[in-house]
């Protein structure tokens, strides 16, 4: 509800109303939204009220006929034309004749978006603009482009998140923040982060783990509706305004009957994948290499974890002509085992004493036959017998034996990964009484809810909302501007009426009406 300055109360009170109203533009190029949100703008706002006629207002838009027989706002040669270009701010100011300007509310603050047309009336011969401007969350910047946040940890204030998304993505001061810095709900995961969502679209859904739906009222600042219809009413109807309608439209679709709500479990549980191949390793190894050991990890940043892991011998070093070595496997831990080869003794030592055999068996004379055929004549061409020869072929033959039992080894390690996370759970909220094939579900899915009390609170509250909501009505009254959007109205005979929507027209010395959409209050 807007707080309304007690001398417009005491003005209305007396039944008797001379309502004013008051349309500014503001250039862009001077001053900021922020800024004149705030009060700190520079430039002196361009009176428009006069200019203007056939004004409509809702709390979204704000669009109004205006005449300029003088040019001044055209968008090629008018010396006012800043006023209305793409961007120009437009604020509306209503009031009562007897009470100051600045104590009057602003009841719109919007932006004009692209170029205004433009057209001669036909019967004047005028210029005429047909000038529509939207509220700030009508943005297309706060609704197409991606942003990503910082990480928040666990224990953070929800309202702490929510306005350093509002500072540093939508440009928000805290003077143009309505919604109070504590929301009464705090993060419960590890890590929380906005990660390629449109800022508006962060900011709702940041909201909706309490219940509220945000907007930008009148002055131009963030507030928000709060669909906790179990609350106290924001407003008693007062006398002085005149019930001119109350109307039950018609509804003929299905109301929601059923809400789930899917969240994310604040516990991290450990969570198993299918049994599948780790990692591979491979070694080349013989006798000049009496042990060797491989670590294989499960990833290549070194933070999967698996268990009940074995390995799987593709190739062993065992594969050639003799046994030489033995290969055994054990897990570290979680995140990575070893492989470790080894090449028995009697490899090494065989291999060094057949090098030592074939060395010495080098220096070993050869012997040779020498025939004598008599008469003191000996023939010296015969056979020679290399003993040498032999000792070194014998000592090659075994170590070739042992170079050919060598080799490469190839493994693979198996094992069921798995890793902690934050499991996805669900709180259903539903009308008693219901067949299955009589449900009609709204499913809700937001990740900073941690535990099934923050879900099944948000259920029921939804639940309740979207019951409510089946029960349509509006309400036709003298304009109230204390009034706004997701405000409970307690009428004359007791009826709660949530507003969900605005709108009238307003004229010259004349009390607007007000329409109001929305629907009658029901209890859980």
């Not at 100051?100 to 210029?127: D, H, M, Y």
């Not at 929380?192 to 709702?204: F, G, K, L, R, T």
């Not at 304009?479 to 709108?503: C, H």
Request: charged share 25%; proline share 5%; net charge negative.
């Amino acid at each position: 509800m807007r707080a309304l300055i007690e001398p417009m109360e005491e003005v209305l009170k007396t039944g008797t109303r001379r309502p004013a109203f008051k349309i500014y533009a503001f250039d862009p190029a001077l001053d900021s939204m922020g800024e004149i949100v705030r009060g700190n703008y520079s430039q002196e706002p361009y009176d428009l009220t006069s200019f203007c006629t056939n004004i409509s207002w809702t709390p979204a838009k704000l669009s109004f006929t205006l005449a300029d027989p003088q040019g001044l706002f055209h968008p090629d040669t008018g010396v006012d034309r800043a006023y209305l270009r793409d961007g120009a701010i437009i604020r509306l100011r209503e009031g009562d004749e007897r009470v100051p300007e600045e104590l009057c509310p602003w009841t719109f603050t919007g932006l004009i978006r692209g170029q205004v047309g433009w057209q001669k009336a036909r019967k004047s011969q005028n210029l005429e603009a047909k000038v529509t401007a939207f509220s700030r969350e009508n943005s297309q910047s706060l609704k197409r482009r991606k942003i990503t946040s910082k990480e928040y940890t666990v224990g953070t204030e929800l309202g702490v998140f929510l306005y350093d998304i509002c500072e540093t993505f939508l440009g928000l001061s805290p003077e143009e923040i309505r919604i109070p810095p504590v929301l009464g709900l705090q993060l419960r995961h590890r890590v929380n982060q906005i990660a390629q969502m449109a800022p508006w679209e962060a900011v709702s859904t940041i909201l909706e783990t309490v219940g509220k739906v945000p907007y930008f009222d009148g002055d131009g600042r963030l507030a928000c509706l709060d669909k906790n219809l179990q609350r106290l009413p924001d407003r008693v109807l007062p006398d002085y305004i005149r019930i001119h309608d109350y109307q039950i439209p018609e509804r003929s679709q299905d109301s929601i009957n059923k809400v789930k709500v899917v969240f994310l479990d604040s516990v991290l549980e450990r969570v198993n994948g299918p049994y599948q191949k780790l990692g591979q390793a491979q070694v080349t190894t013989g006798f000049f290499s009496m042990h060797e050991t491989l670590n294989c990890w499960w990833s290549e940043d070194r933070k999967q974890r698996a268990s009940g892991t074995s390995m799987r011998v593709l190739k062993s070093v065992n594969s050639g002509i003799l046994p030489v070595g033995s290969e055994h496997y054990t897990q570290i831990d979680e995140f990575h085992g070893r492989i470790d080869v080894d090449i028995d003794t009697w490899v090494a030592v065989l291999a060094s004493v057949m090098l030592i055999e074939y060395s010495v068996a080098a220096i070993i004379p050869d012997m040779a036959l020498v025939f004598n055929i008599g008469f003191g004549v000996s023939v010296g061409e015969g056979i020679t017998i290399s003993v040498g020869r032999l000792i070194q072929a014998q000592a090659m033959a075994v170590l070739l034996l042992i170079m050919m039992s060598m080799g490469s080894a190839q493994y693979e390690i198996w094992g069921t990964p798995y890793d902690y996370a934050y499991l996805e759970k669900t709180a259903t909220a539903i009308e008693e009484g219901l067949n299955y094939w009589e449900e009609n579900e709204k499913e809700i899915k937001n990740d900073f809810l941690g535990t099934y009390e923050q879900a099944d609170n948000l259920a029921i509250r939804e639940l309740v909302w979207e019951k409510s909501n089946s029960y349509p009505r509006k309400l036709i009254i003298d304009d109230d501007l204390a009034l706004e959007i997701g405000d409970i109205v307690v009428l004359p005979d007791g009826r709660k009426f949530m507003i969900t929507g605005m709108s009238k027209n307003i004229r010259r010395g004349e009390v607007p009406i007000l329409a109001l959409d929305g629907f009658k209050v029901m209890t859980a």
